[in-house]
């Protein structure tokens, strides 16, 4: 057997780039990387002179990378991946949360946290976390139960056998998520005999699992004993590369097809047979069509409280469950007749058995009247609240941003007002247009996530809108889009608070307190000017006042040959009042407040409607 001598960090990183994926590409197509003491002369080394091949990005914050990469993964429809490699310690523990967001929604990162000396020789390592009862554990435990896979690399050879498991795990269908392999930083350094097979190019080809026979036989026979179908499209659909198949089916069969954040996109919002977003941000179209339901077909979904209503959105008693999806976990949901299956075999499957099977097409009516309802809001104000200097509402910059999008744009966001107002809002022209982080919902992915969109599809226009909040929560990779020359608008609506969260407060019955800026404790008014934050770091920036000055500014954006950052003042008060659907947030028992004591009863009728 030949052999070649090299480091473990140099094996790790030579394994990684000969990892193809089945388009011949590699599946790892770069690393984001801040070093350490924990990883700069072991793997910092190899990366080095790796970099031509597998090139190495530098950010600013460990969590922030990780988002780019996840984005990056998540846009390419997990074909795609990307690596994060961090020192020991709070470099390390800062990939948590973003571990926990692709664990969430089921997106491939590789993560190579440095970890302590494995002969335990100069311990207590600088930031080496000590486990006074068991001498094995190190920061990095914590990633174990946001991993799909973890493994520590306590030895040269260990990577013969976790490199293979990593990208099995990072490439299946089911399994899919966020590989950890904590690489101890003496190991790194260390030299192996490595067989030179194990360096060998490899593809790794998207397992496309067909549906059992008994279960394909028996949603079949569910589909057909019902009389009114729906289709829940769910990220799943996506990632299968199944959203013509599912157009097909729903046309074959006159299904409607709703979609949850992360389906959205799956069919053109104005294919007749998409009735949009579905649940507690869902239109009000696509949810009378859910409550008649008598059958629920789910494709590629989790099932999220979101997407069902708490499980209140199904009010049909005599409803029937399918779930297609290619995790036993997601397939078992609920009590659903199981569909283990691919989406795009599983649908294809489904269209062959039902053959000549039509449904009632739904009413046309229902989507022109939700958007004869909602459209006014998005519209540019009227000349009555321009006179008044009212506020812009974030309906009216959805409007703005959407009259400037194109067919190849890409809107993403992640938490607080905009994910819901979107959802329900956005026309989205075709599978791709619409990148919603709301599995994890996680503020502070927005800007570095809009980054990653950019490097997984650099013809794609990405648009960010995200609020102050989120903002402030994590912005330092706007500095590594402006230094990597990366072309991302990002439309910062500043409510000057939490405001989603305000009204969910309200909302329960609260008063308003610790969300908004001017409800927190405070000594001093807060003034952040965003517009000049921003242009600090590199970016061109601008601070306007109106829909029309933001409207002027999206296009002067498309000219722009880096980061874009156009900042508008919105009122944190408005939603919009069409569509939607309760959401299971416990109010408390007992209050002093009767706006507590009022949202309970009301909570307690909203909870009895849940089957």
Not at 28 to 45: K, M, P, R
Not at 98 to 122: K, Q, T
Not at 462 to 480: F, H, I, K, P, R
């Given at each position: 057997?030949?052999?070649?001598?090299?480091?473990?960090?140099?094996?790790?990183?030579?394994?990684?780039?000969?990892?193809?994926?089945?388009?011949?590409?590699?599946?790892?197509?770069?690393?984001?990387?801040?070093?350490?003491?924990?990883?700069?002369?072991?793997?910092?080394?190899?990366?080095?002179?790796?970099?031509?091949?597998?090139?190495?990005?530098?950010?600013?914050?460990?969590?922030?990378?990780?988002?780019?990469?996840?984005?990056?993964?998540?846009?390419?429809?997990?074909?795609?991946?990307?690596?994060?490699?961090?020192?020991?310690?709070?470099?390390?523990?800062?990939?948590?949360?973003?571990?926990?967001?692709?664990?969430?929604?089921?997106?491939?990162?590789?993560?190579?946290?440095?970890?302590?000396?494995?002969?335990?020789?100069?311990?207590?390592?600088?930031?080496?976390?000590?486990?006074?009862?068991?001498?094995?554990?190190?920061?990095?435990?914590?990633?174990?139960?946001?991993?799909?896979?973890?493994?520590?690399?306590?030895?040269?050879?260990?990577?013969?056998?976790?490199?293979?498991?990593?990208?099995?795990?990072?490439?299946?269908?089911?399994?899919?998520?966020?590989?950890?392999?904590?690489?101890?930083?003496?190991?790194?350094?260390?030299?192996?005999?490595?067989?030179?097979?194990?360096?060998?190019?490899?593809?790794?080809?998207?397992?496309?699992?067909?549906?059992?026979?008994?279960?394909?036989?028996?949603?079949?026979?569910?589909?057909?004993?019902?009389?009114?179908?729906?289709?829940?499209?769910?990220?799943?659909?996506?990632?299968?590369?199944?959203c013509e198949a599912l157009k097909d089916f729903a046309e074959a069969h006159q299904i409607p097809v709703v979609e949850s954040q992360a389906g959205k996109s799956a069919l053109p919002w104005d294919h007749p047979m998409n009735l949009g977003a579905v649940g507690v941000t869902g239109t009000g179209s696509a949810n009378k069509v859910c409550e008649e339901a008598d059958l629920v077909l789910g494709v590629g979904t989790r099932f999220q409280d979101f997407t069902?209503?708490?499980?209140?959105?199904?009010?049909?008693?005599?409803?029937?469950?399918?779930?297609?999806?290619?995790?036993?976990?997601?397939?078992?949901?609920?009590?659903?007749?199981?569909?283990?299956?691919?989406?795009?075999?599983?649908?294809?499957?489904?269209?062959?058995?039902?053959?000549?099977?039509?449904?009632?097409?739904?009413?046309?009516?229902?989507?022109?009247?939700?958007?004869?309802?909602?459209?006014?809001?998005?519209?540019?104000?009227?000349?009555?609240?321009?006179?008044?200097?009212?506020?812009?509402?974030?309906?009216?910059?959805?409007?703005?941003?959407?009259?400037?999008?194109?067919?190849?744009?890409?809107?993403?966001?992640?938490?607080?007002?905009?994910?819901?107002?979107?959802?329900?809002?956005?026309?989205?022209?075709?599978?791709?247009?619409?990148?919603?982080?709301?599995?994890?919902?996680?503020?502070?992915?927005?800007?570095?996530?809009?980054?990653?969109?950019?490097?997984?599809?650099?013809?794609?226009?990405?648009?960010?809108?995200?609020?102050?909040?989120?903002?402030?929560?994590?912005?330092?990779?706007?500095?590594?889009?402006?230094?990597?020359?990366?072309?991302?608008?990002?439309?910062?609506?500043?409510?000057?608070?939490?405001?989603?969260?305000?009204?969910?407060?309200?909302?329960?019955?609260?008063?308003?307190?610790?969300?908004?800026?001017?409800?927190?404790?405070?000594?001093?008014?807060?003034?952040?000017?965003?517009?000049?934050?921003?242009?600090?770091?590199?970016?061109?920036?601008?601070?306007?006042?109106?829909?029309?000055?933001?409207?002027?500014?999206?296009?002067?954006?498309?000219?722009?040959?880096?980061?874009?950052?156009?900042?508008?003042?919105?009122?944190?008060?408005?939603?919009?009042?069409?569509?939607?659907?309760?959401?299971?947030?416990?109010?408390?028992?007992?209050?002093?407040r009767e706006e507590v004591n009022k949202a309970r009863a009301d909570y307690l009728k909203h909870l009895a409607t849940r089957n």
């Amino acid at each position: 057997m030949k052999t070649i001598r090299l480091t473990a960090a140099q094996a790790l990183v030579r394994y990684v780039s000969a990892q193809m994926n089945e388009d011949g590409v590699p599946f790892i197509s770069g690393v984001w990387a801040i070093f350490g003491h924990g990883n700069v002369a072991g793997l910092g080394e190899a990366l080095y002179h790796a970099k031509d091949k597998l090139p190495t990005y530098r950010g600013h914050n460990e969590q922030g990378m990780a988002h780019a990469a996840i984005a990056y993964a998540k846009q390419s429809c997990r074909k795609r991946a990307m690596a994060v490699t961090s020192s020991i310690g709070p470099g390390a523990t800062n990939m948590v949360t973003a571990a926990a967001l692709a664990h969430v929604n089921r997106l491939p990162v590789l993560l190579i946290p440095g970890d302590v000396f494995a002969n335990r020789g100069p311990d207590p390592v600088l930031q080496q976390v000590e486990s006074f009862g068991d001498g094995t554990i190190s920061a990095n435990d914590c990633f174990r139960p946001v991993s799909r896979y973890f493994d520590r690399i306590s030895r040269p050879e260990h990577l013969l056998t976790a490199l293979p498991r990593a990208f099995a795990t990072m490439t299946d269908p089911a399994d899919c998520g966020p590989v950890t392999l904590a690489f101890c930083q003496d190991v790194q350094a260390e030299a192996y005999e490595y067989p030179e097979s194990f360096f060998e190019p490899r593809i790794w080809h998207q397992r496309r699992i067909k549906p059992d026979e008994g279960e394909l036989v028996r949603a079949v026979e569910a589909i057909k004993a019902a009389s009114k179908p729906v289709i829940i499209a769910g990220g799943g659909t996506h990632y299968s590369g199944a959203c013509e198949a599912l157009k097909d089916f729903a046309e074959a069969h006159q299904i409607p097809v709703v979609e949850s954040q992360a389906g959205k996109s799956a069919l053109p919002w104005d294919h007749p047979m998409n009735l949009g977003a579905v649940g507690v941000t869902g239109t009000g179209s696509a949810n009378k069509v859910c409550e008649e339901a008598d059958l629920v077909l789910g494709v590629g979904t989790r099932f999220q409280d979101f997407t069902t209503g708490s499980w209140a959105l199904f009010k049909n008693p005599d409803k029937t469950l399918i779930s297609l999806n290619v995790a036993a976990y997601d397939a078992l949901k609920h009590g659903a007749l199981p569909v283990q299956c691919d989406a795009l075999v599983g649908l294809k499957a489904l269209g062959v058995a039902l053959e000549g099977v039509s449904f009632a097409a739904p009413d046309p009516m229902l989507k022109t009247n939700w958007f004869a309802a909602v459209d006014p809001l998005t519209a540019a104000p009227a000349e009555a609240e321009l006179a008044a200097n009212a506020l812009p509402t974030d309906q009216q910059v959805i409007g703005a941003v959407q009259r400037a999008s194109g067919p190849d744009s890409v809107v993403m966001c992640a938490a607080g007002t905009m994910p819901g107002e979107l959802h329900k809002l956005w026309k989205s022209p075709r599978p791709g247009a619409y990148h919603m982080e709301y599995g994890y919902s996680c503020m502070g992915y927005e800007i570095a996530g809009a980054m990653g969109i950019k490097l997984a599809e650099p013809e794609r226009d990405v648009v960010c809108m995200l609020g102050d909040g989120s903002y402030m929560m994590m912005n330092s990779e706007l500095a590594t889009a402006v230094m990597m020359g990366v072309k991302i608008t990002i439309v910062l609506t500043d409510n000057r608070g939490f405001g989603c969260i305000n009204r969910l407060q309200m909302g329960t019955g609260g008063a308003e307190f610790n969300n908004l800026l001017d409800h927190a404790h405070h000594v001093n008014e807060a003034h952040i000017d965003f517009a000049m934050h921003s242009a600090a770091m590199g970016a061109t920036s601008r601070k306007v006042g109106t829909i029309a000055e933001l409207e002027t500014a999206l296009e002067d954006a498309k000219s722009c040959e880096g980061p874009f950052v156009v900042v508008i003042d919105t009122d944190p008060y408005p939603s919009t009042p069409d569509g939607g659907h309760w959401w299971d947030v416990a109010v408390p028992e007992i209050s002093e407040r009767e706006e507590v004591n009022k949202a309970r009863a009301d909570y307690l009728k909203h909870l009895a409607t849940r089957n």
